[in-house]
């Protein structure tokens, strides 16, 4: 009849912590990966957004710096030397 040979219990404890310990790990960058797809979408989103309002407050008041502090505004001046 064969022997088994078996490690410490001391030993097999560690090796099942560290196990668990690294597949929470695994599973927390997994759920980041997540979130950050999903802000990725939200900035890109969001990029869209205020490049329409952009479009449309130049439309309406041509090219210009907004102070967003206040709301005042000054003309952007387009250069036509060249």
């Not at 310990?21 to 900035?43: A, C, D, P, Y």
């Not at 969001?46 to 130049?58: H, P, R, S, T, V």
């Amino acid at each position: 009849m064969e022997v088994v040979k078996q490690i410490t219990k001391e030993k097999l404890e560690k090796i099942v912590t560290q196990q668990k310990n690294l597949q929470t790990l695994l599973t927390n960058i997994g759920v980041l990966e997540s979130q950050k797809h999903g802000f990725l979408h939200q900035l890109g989103d969001l990029n869209k957004a205020i490049e329409e309002f952009k479009g449309e407050l130049e439309a309406e008041y041509g090219a210009i710096n907004i102070n967003v502090e206040d709301g005042s505004y000054t003309d952007i001046e387009i250069s036509t030397e060249g």
